[in-house]
């Protein structure tokens, strides 16, 4: 079945020290999002990618980043996780039609970031 | 500024019952579809129900309906003979066609009662 993974499904990691999170897809879609969840509220779009091009929302702070190195996989990168960055992140993807993206959005099932 | 706002943070419902979640949006734009999102404890977003803006006839899957009223800026979840696994967080979201972000309102969390 096509489908968003994410790994691992959890991390933990310290104070200051760098995660990567991953995010592949075989449903061969051209836009991958990045969402932070924090408990007990919606999710916030951190960034996408439009096929290579990266589109960062404006309140993203710097600590993250995000490469995508082909279609099928999108990484997030937290340089110095600090506590308030311990969190459920999702990824999801959608596809192409005509000028912008169609509308559904297909979600990973999230990687829980624990920050000691 | 495009928002969406869902006024019950819980809801419950006894098993074979029917319940609604409410979602009201604000918005300028004409061309835009509507989402009800489920999220169970498992944490996995999945797609409950899709309605474009344009259609005026409410979108149905199976046991999930919604009353989308464009004028009132409405969209609300009917769930019809509610299930145990239909406990869940449940979001509403909007997209316009012109920009990539999916809006999410803040979740109702519904709980089903044996």
């Known amino acids: 079945d096509a489908m968003v993974i994410q790994n691992p499904r959890y991390q933990v990691t310290q104070f200051g020290k760098p995660v990567t999170l991953s995010c592949s897809q075989t449903?061969?879609?051209?836009?991958m999002y990045w969402y932070q969840q924090k408990s007990s509220q919606a999710p916030k779009l951190l960034f996408h990618?439009?096929?290579?091009?990266?589109?960062n929302e404006a309140d993203t702070p710097d600590n993250f980043q995000s490469r995508r190195p082909n279609t099928s996989f999108c990484f997030l990168d937290i340089r110095s996780p600090g506590l308030g960055d311990a969190a459920m992140y999702l990824c999801?993807?959608?596809?192409?039609?005509?000028?912008?993206?169609?509308?559904?959005?297909?979600f990973g099932p999230g990687t829980r970031l624990t920050v000691l | 500024a495009q928002t969406v706002t869902q006024s019950q943070p819980e809801m419950s419902v006894q098993e074979a019952e029917t319940v609604t979640l409410s979602c009201t949006y604000d918005?300028?734009?004409?061309?835009?579809?509507l989402f009800w999102y489920k999220q169970p404890p498992s944490r996995q977003m999945i797609l409950v129900i899709r309605?474009?803006?344009?259609?005026?006839q409410n979108a149905t899957e199976n046991r999930f309906s919604v009353n989308f009223q464009k004028a009132a800026k409405s969209f609300s979840l009917k769930i019809s003979d509610s299930q145990l696994g239909d406990a869940a967080m449940y979001f509403c979201?909007?997209?316009?066609?012109?920009?990539?972000?999916?809006?999410f309102g803040t979740g109702t969390r519904l709980t089903v009662i044996p």
């Open positions: 990618y439009y096929d290579k091009d990266f589109n």
């Open positions: 918005t300028s734009e004409s061309d835009y579809y």
């Open positions: 449903l061969n879609h051209n836009v």
């Open positions: 309605q474009e803006a344009y259609k005026q």
């Open positions: 999801a993807t959608s596809k192409i039609s005509g000028r912008a993206p169609t509308d559904t959005q297909y």
């Open positions: 979201a909007y997209h316009w066609t012109g920009a990539n972000n999916l809006f």
